[in-house]
Structure formats: C-alpha cells, structure tokens
C-alpha cells in the first residue's frame, strides 16, 4: 500500500477470517456506489458496486451493504486471504453538469496476517 | 491489462521544466478523468472530459493544463511545478449514458518534482 502513504486506517485481519471494511458518504443525491482495491504501485481497481436502489449485493467472496439512511457503505471479504491485503476504498458516482464525477473516500487499508 | 495505458510510469522533473502525462483508454468510453493521489490527500479529482468537453475543473493550479485531443487521449501538460506537485497521477474513464457505470483505472505516473 504504498502508493498512498496517508495514516489511513488500519484494518488487520487473520487469513482465513472475514473482514468488514466500512464508509460513510455525504451526497444524498449519489445513486451509485462502488469499492475499489487498490495494490501498492497499481491504480485502483473495481471489486463490485451497488446502486441506491439496492441494500445488499453479493460477488465472489465479496458483498457490499448499502445502508441509505444513514448513508454508509460496507464491504465485506468473506475467508480473507494474502491476496487481498490492499487500499480499499469507496467512491459514490455523483451526477454533474450532464456527466458524472467520482467522489473517493480516504481508504482503509487491510492487512492480512498469516 | 485495465484498458487504460498512462506513459510514463514513473517522471522526475525540475521545477522549471515541461513535461506531459499521456492516458490512453482502449474501451470506447466517452468521459476520462485525472486524479491525483498525494500522500498529504486522498483521491482528488482534478479535471472531467465527456465527449472531449472539460465539465470540471476541480480549482487546479493553471500550471496544470489538460488536453483531451479525442475520446480516446487524455494528456495533462506540467509546467514550473512545485515540489508539494509530486503524486501519483491517475487517469480514469468510463461511459456516460445508459446508467452508471465504474471507472476504469490506469497504473497511474509517478511524479516526483525536485
């Protein structure tokens, strides 16, 4: 996780557990929210996203909750592994002047021990 | 291979030199994107294109000039940069219309002024 180098917050996790990693988001009028992973030296990546309409969606071995009222996001590994040690963050695509802006949170990033 | 190329990698340059950042995406999309990634701030969007048009310009320094020749190219021209300029810079894309829809990163330039 180097290429960020901010006191990000720390989430470190047992290989073979299960990792929550959470988000808040300030723009009511946002309707579509996706996590990213980003790697040391890589740009970010996209692991799965949701739209308002949804509370819950499901990949493999990843599912993200989407809880509008009070505006928070959240990414869960299911039987997390080395791989997935990384920079996680959330981005709400935020509609603008006929386009769309992505809006990136400050990230967490998640260690996974062994 | 993310569909999105940035050249080159990694630039070290003076303050008082030109130099310039190329992003090209490979996925027909019609909107890119830069962002900087610092160590002192999280993803900071910095300029929008769709269909070659800037809609944003996130209160970037002028010393920073994009130029967004076709759908597909994406440059940013750095001129009497400061050393606070240095960052990984991430070039996005993705398609506007039909509903939202990720964007899609490259590997980002490493920029170091000196």
């Known amino acids: 996780g180097e290429s960020v180098g901010l006191h990000l917050p720390t989430l470190s996790v047992q290989e073979g557990d299960n990792s929550i990693i959470n988000c808040a988001y300030s723009?009511?009028?946002?309707?579509?929210f996706i996590w990213y992973k980003q790697e040391s030296g890589k740009g970010p990546q996209f692991i799965i996203d949701?739209?308002?309409?949804?509370d819950k969606r499901q990949g493999q071995r990843v599912t993200v909750l989407l809880n509008k009222t009070v505006k928070h996001l959240s990414l869960q590994i299911a039987a997390t592994q080395p791989g997935d040690s990384a920079v996680y963050f959330c981005?709400?695509?935020?509609?603008?002047?006929?386009?769309?802006?992505?809006?990136f949170g400050t990230g967490t990033r998640l260690k996974v021990l062994a | 291979e993310t569909g999105v190329t940035q050249t080159p990698r990694h630039l070290v340059m003076g303050m008082t030199n030109k130099k310039s950042l190329k992003c090209e995406q490979h996925?027909?999309?019609?909107?890119m994107y830069w962002y900087k990634q610092s160590a002192k701030k999280p993803l900071e969007l910095m300029f929008v294109?769709?269909?070659?048009?800037?809609?944003e310009n996130n209160s970037v320094p002028s010393r920073f000039s994009p130029e967004c020749p076709n759908s597909s190219h994406l440059f940013l021209h750095l001129h009497t940069l400061q050393p606070e300029d240095s960052a990984l810079y991430l070039c996005?894309?993705?398609?506007?219309?039909?509903?939202?829809?990720?964007?899609?990163f490259g590997q980002g330039t490493r920029l170091t002024v000196v």
């Open positions: 949701i739209r308002s309409n949804m």
């Open positions: 294109y769709n269909f070659k048009e800037q809609t």
């Open positions: 981005a709400e695509n935020k509609p603008y002047s006929g386009t769309y802006k992505y809006i």
């Open positions: 996925l027909g999309h019609n909107a």
């Open positions: 996005a894309s993705s398609q506007i219309g039909g509903g939202n829809t990720e964007a899609f």
């Open positions: 723009n009511s009028a946002s309707d579509y």
